[in-house]
């Protein structure tokens, strides 16, 4: 993959998210979820802003470009989506982080390494590690000036820079195992982007829920997870039931997993990146004589 289908395999990760229903708490095409700011077309328009950031990030990635330049692409990323979105924030998490994942590829594809989930991990943490370790220490130290640094803060919590600094534990060993484990047993697309979903929301300190909930709310939403994940999850008959019965729930305690909604995206992104690399070796063994 070079760098523009990197950013277009971005771009459909976070599609897929948008539209994935049921989601606890979250916006998607059927209803706005716990929200009153946004609705399915304002991630439309989001996207469409970022469409040419993630590409750009990536080729970033790929000329070994310093923590500073990547986060520059971002800041200037989050003020086209805030003016597409007439200041809502729809995807600042997955600026973040990942537009760090695309330009971990840039780099590997540069490099001529293969694009998979343990190399894009290995080569965040040996690239641009120790600065997302510095800015983590910067922000926990410094006067905060984000909803999620207030209260990651106040609570102790994790942040998503904490996750970025340990490459993102919580995708690598939670998420994305649980979607492509539920791949793998046979469900479909949909089940399993459930299934992923509902294995972050029941560890990850999501600090959009405690924004709007406080460690009370998370408690709520890690215990509904893990009661769903416990029962059998998608494996349930009335899993469907199950969950929209829990959207409802989170909606009315005004309750939003945003943080396990971006996990999800970005465990998409490498799933399409795994499910690419197996295509070409299967491909590259088609060719080798007998």
Not at 136 to 156: C, D, E, F, H, W
Not at 243 to 255: C, G, N, Y
Request: proline letters at 3%.
């Amino acid at each position: 993959m070079h760098s523009q289908q990197l950013g277009r395999a971005a771009v459909r990760a976070l599609y897929a998210e948008i539209s994935l229903e049921p989601k606890p708490g979250l916006v998607s095409f059927r209803d706005c979820g716990s929200h009153v700011d946004m609705d399915g077309s304002t991630f439309l328009r989001s996207l469409f802003a970022l469409r040419g950031y993630f590409p750009r990030i990536a080729q970033a990635g790929a000329q070994g470009a310093s923590f500073a330049v990547l986060q520059s692409l971002g800041k200037a990323a989050e003020v086209r989506m805030l003016a597409a979105t007439g200041g809502v924030n729809t995807h600042r998490g997955a600026v973040f982080g990942l537009g760090l994942l695309c330009a971990s590829a840039g780099q590997l594809q540069a490099q001529g390494l293969p694009l998979t989930p343990m190399t894009v991990r290995a080569v965040l943490l040996s690239t641009w590690g120790d600065a997302l370790a510095e800015r983590a220490k910067a922000t926990r130290l410094a006067m905060p000036i984000s909803n999620g640094q207030r209260v990651t803060q106040r609570y102790g919590l994790r942040s998503a820079g904490d996750e970025a600094a340990q490459a993102f534990p919580t995708l690598f060993d939670t998420t994305l195992p649980a979607l492509q484990a539920a791949l793998a047993s046979g469900a479909s697309a949909r089940a399993a982007r459930v299934q992923a979903l509902l294995a972050t929301m029941a560890v990850l300190d999501d600090t959009n829920v405690v924004h709007r909930g406080g460690l009370e709310g998370l408690r709520f939403v890690q215990s509904s997870a893990r009661r769903f994940l416990d029962m059998g999850g998608i494996r349930q008959a009335d899993w469907l039931i199950q969950v929209r019965s829990m959207h409802a729930d989170f909606v009315q305690r005004s309750l939003s997993p945003g943080g396990a909604a971006d996990v999800l995206a970005s465990a998409c992104w490498l799933a399409e990146l795994s499910a690419a690399a197996k295509a070409n070796s299967h491909d590259a063994a088609m060719l080798l004589p007998i």
